[in-house]
């Protein structure tokens, strides 16, 4: 498998733009994870699918911020508008099915909003 | 509502000197604890983890870590540091909802 891999690896924007972030979890991991790192605040968990559904989306900053998951294999973090507050390192990972199971992480996507 | 603490945002040890990296635990179910590793412009990677086997967990690179209930801890050590242990060491906590919380993270360095 090729792990965890997200879409764009870096991203510039203006100000005010949607910004679309994507993930193509594990082929068979049923748990998919959004966190967003910066120095300020460290790895911050954003929100947690189960099954494709949203199990916990209380780490979502703001309305500015949404996650889906249409099938097992894509999700999306959209931010619409942005910000230059929001300029971080958004992380996915995803784990398997058995509990204790530990997160498989992408390589990441450097968003910066100028 | 489970959460991790991590004493020390920064650790600098000389090379062949011991590693130590404090984490503490809260959870209100028995616990799974991890300790990952990140290089620079890098994705997180799994060191170890302890899922209730063995209290003495081993590690890839030569690290461990020991789970001590009493102490609400999961310290992570290494015998020997060598230069290409300096990255960020992430300890992180699951309960029965998987969700996974990290610590905010120490940054090793290496002194030659």
């Known amino acids: 498998d090729a792990g965890v891999i997200q879409s764009p690896r870096h991203e510039v924007t203006e100000m005010g733009q949607e910004v679309t972030l994507r993930c193509k979890p594990i082929?068979?991991?049923?748990?998919l994870f959004w966190y967003r790192q910066t120095m300020m605040r460290g790895l911050e968990l954003l929100i947690y699918?189960?099954?494709?559904?949203?199990?916990?989306d209380s780490g979502m900053p703001e309305d500015r911020f949404s996650a889906k998951m249409p099938n097992a294999s894509f999700s999306t973090l959209k931010i619409q508008p942005s910000e230059p507050r929001d300029s971080a390192v958004y992380f996915c990972?995803?784990?398997?099915?058995?509990?204790?199971?530990?997160?498989?992480f992408g390589q990441g996507t450097r968003l910066t909003v100028v | 509502a489970q959460s991790v603490t991590q004493l020390g945002s920064h650790v600098s040890v000389s090379e062949g000197a011991l590693v130590l990296l404090r984490c503490n635990y809260s959870?209100?179910?028995?616990?799974?604890l991890f300790w990952y590793v990140q290089y620079p412009n890098q994705g997180l990677q799994l060191l170890l983890k302890?899922?209730?086997?063995?209290?003495l967990v081993k590690g890839i690179n030569g690290f461990e870590a020991e789970f001590k209930k009493s102490e609400t801890s999961f310290h992570l050590t290494k015998p020997s540091a060598h230069m290409s242990d300096a990255a960020e060491y992430f300890c992180?906590?699951?309960?029965?909802?998987?969700?996974?919380?990290f610590g905010k993270g120490t940054r090793l360095h290496i002194l030659p």
């Open positions: 302890y899922t209730s086997a063995a209290t």
């Open positions: 992180a906590v699951s309960g029965v909802d998987d969700k996974i919380i």
């Open positions: 082929s068979g991991h049923n748990s």
């Open positions: 699918f189960n099954n494709n559904v949203p199990i916990d």
């Open positions: 990972a995803s784990s398997g099915r058995q509990s204790g199971a530990e997160a498989f």
């Open positions: 959870s209100s179910v028995p616990p799974y």
